[in-house]
């Protein structure tokens, strides 16, 4: 069967799409698109011109009746909404028919941050010594200290890595320098001794698996989870609960919010706000401390 327009177009973007964003990204994008091919195939539409807004919501409700998620939803109209821009782009389409489609509203699904005495003693708790468990260790220190997400770890290359401070890709491919704490530091040089003896030669990933090459993201928290596990802690680790919890645990500590933006690479300072579980009163009793005039009572007249 010969491949549609609108199939070519789709690898065309994606090509297009790769030159700057993440794999994470190209790969959550393709299978979203891919879902869009399948039900415009059964629909029989195979012009990319004639994606309108009514064929979109239909594939949206769609997709929703069978079971997706809010957030998967949300993503799948993002993508959707980044593809008509390209065929915009092309002269594909005259505009974006995306525009007037809504999904609903994404559920709050934070994850509660690990107790800070409980996360300490998991930290703290002895290994066998054997090199994967050293790289273990590392990881574990390095998620906990500097508030990195399950890509940017993954992605860490060797010269990313400086004594005090580690440089991370983040989201949006947007480059920050974070902080590596002491005993984070402790833990990563030993695993750079122990690294040279596994790793392939020229691999550059700070983190080797067995084979010698970089470990991907379902290895890093297939390890969390063990570990959580045989380190005895009461509950299940993964790497964004690690995140979250640097981020509680700092917040508490030093009430900054802008410093615990900038460490977690976020945009918009509401993000933090809802990552750090934040609500209006906690920032309202912010400004009442700090603020010069908000406790000022009206001038009296004299």
Request: with cysteine; glycine share 6%; hydrophobic share 40%.
């Amino acid at each position: 069967m010969a491949e549609s327009a609108l199939t070519a177009s789709v690898a065309g973007y994606l090509d297009a799409l790769a030159r700057h964003a993440s794999p994470a990204t190209v790969a959550a994008y393709r299978q979203d698109l891919s879902a869009l091919c399948r039900f415009a195939e059964q629909r029989e539409v195979g012009d990319p011109a004639a994606l309108d807004t009514a064929l979109l919501r239909t594939f949206l409700g769609t997709e929703r009746s069978r079971g997706l998620g809010a957030r998967s939803l949300a993503r799948r109209r993002a993508a959707l909404s980044r593809f008509a821009d390209y065929l915009v782009r092309q002269n594909i389409l005259a505009d974006n028919p995306v525009g007037l489609l809504r999904t609903p509203k994404q559920p709050s699904h934070l994850p509660r941050p690990v107790d800070v005495d409980a996360l300490a003693r998991f930290l703290d708790s002895p290994h066998d010594g054997s090199p994967l468990a050293v790289r273990d260790q590392a990881m574990l220190e390095l998620f906990y200290s500097s508030g990195l997400r399950l890509a940017e770890l993954a992605a860490l290359d060797l010269h990313d890595l400086q004594t005090s401070r580690v440089r991370v890709i983040g989201k949006g491919s947007k480059p920050r320098q974070v902080p590596v704490g002491r005993r984070a530091q402790q833990a990563l040089a030993e695993w750079l001794t122990c690294r040279a003896g596994m790793a392939k030669e020229g691999e550059i990933a700070l983190f080797v698996g067995q084979q010698g090459a970089r470990l991907g993201h379902r290895a890093i928290q297939k390890r969390l989870a063990q570990l959580s596990i045989t380190r005895g802690l009461p509950e299940h680790l993964h790497p964004h609960r690690l995140r979250h919890s640097f981020a509680s645990h700092l917040l508490e500590s030093s009430q900054d919010l802008r410093a615990v933006q900038e460490l977690l690479g976020h945009a918009n300072l509401s993000t933090t706000q809802v990552y750090t579980r934040l609500d209006w009163q906690h920032l309202a009793t912010s400004y009442d401390a700090a603020h010069p005039r908000a406790k000022r009572g009206p001038r009296s007249k004299s």
